[in-house]
């Protein structure tokens, strides 16, 4: 496969950037190969500077639900484009995807719209920390929540990919106040919640985890998460900046119909536009200025063309059928790749929730951190130079998801399964 001109844009870009990236996964440093450097998308296809088409898995880790450019989206931002940019100003679009988000997600009765999943989620747990004046913060190991410092500890997606223990630059003053305990353990969520209930402000979890790979709750563990915090007036933030109108159109809280005080949202909201979210009951989000004491701000929040692409983006979504059709493709999809694994792999588990999945080069059940870590990178490392030189784009680390659009075709489906046989075949 031709791959000079990403090459040569890769060693340019090292020059300007650091590590010649603009986020640390996409190097894909853990999976031995330089980064080719994407020129357009459209549907399930990216196409990179050397003119190879892929079909496209990683689908902007997530927010390309609708797969890249869909018609709608793409109307909906040259609407917005003709009026302007950025306004530094209440407009209408932020209201209609406010009450959207609203309407759509069953525990929130208001939202802030921010930049990014990180803003969503420091902002989040800066009100957690300011609506009940404690100052400690529960996170399960391998969960990511952005890069705020309060969430840089055993963290998961990049942290993990790329084997950082924490991050320098977070002062221990910080880090102390966030404990980090294994996911889908009750003995020691039970412990650490009763033991420290009066330093917690908040736990915050993913749902379903996405950033040690696709790992699911167990049914038991996120009730006995909203048990506990609710006994213990402790601010229960589900992150749901993967899941949201990821796993059903209400997020993971409507399909496990468990509902959090706080939500965190990012990805799908946006469209592929530069959108976080955080919302959640009205007593707690009315702390925050300027209706209450709890600073946030923004220049860029509630950006018109953000507006406009995620609620073309919703639009889309709230079609009937939307989520069934997506959920059977998803479905077949895993169930035959599950099938080749077992075929020829000696060790591999499949993780899915709903149109986003994880194949781990492990034994498996892969339930928790400590047993996501047991998969072998170096094998998924050669599965995925593999796959990419066959043009299938998967994400370049074992700790992530692979995404499903509405755009995937069945042809790009059974394409990317016949890739996948002759790839194993050779690992
Ligand atoms: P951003 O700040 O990257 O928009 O969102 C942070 C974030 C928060 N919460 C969850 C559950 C997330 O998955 C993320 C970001 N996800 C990663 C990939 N899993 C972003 C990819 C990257 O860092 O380049």
Redesign the pocket.
Known sequence: METSRSASLFTEAQKYIPGGVN????ACKSVGCDPRFIERALGSKIYDADGNEYIDFVCS?GPMILGHNHPSVVEAIQKALVNGTSFGAPSALEVELAKMVCDALPSVEMARFVS????A?MSAVRLARGYTGRKAVVKFDGC????ADSFLVKAG??VITLGIPGSPGVPDDIVKNTISIPYNNLESLEKTLRDQSLDIACVIM?PVA??MGVVLPEPSFIAKVRELTTELGIVLIF?E??TGFRVSYGGAQAKFNIMPDLT?L??IIGGGLPV?AYGGKKEIMEQISPAGPVYQAGTLSGNPLAMAAGIATLKELQKEGFYEALESKAAKFASDLQGLATKYLEQATLNRQGSVMTTFFAKGPITDFETAMTADTETYGKYYRLMLDQGIYLAPSQF?GAFISAAHSEEDLSQALEKTEWAFKKL
Do not use: L
């Open positions: 986020s640390p996964v996409r880790w990014s999943g990180t803003e989620t990511y929540h952005g890069h997606s990049g993913e996405g950033n992150d900046v993967i965190c990012g990805k976080g992530e």
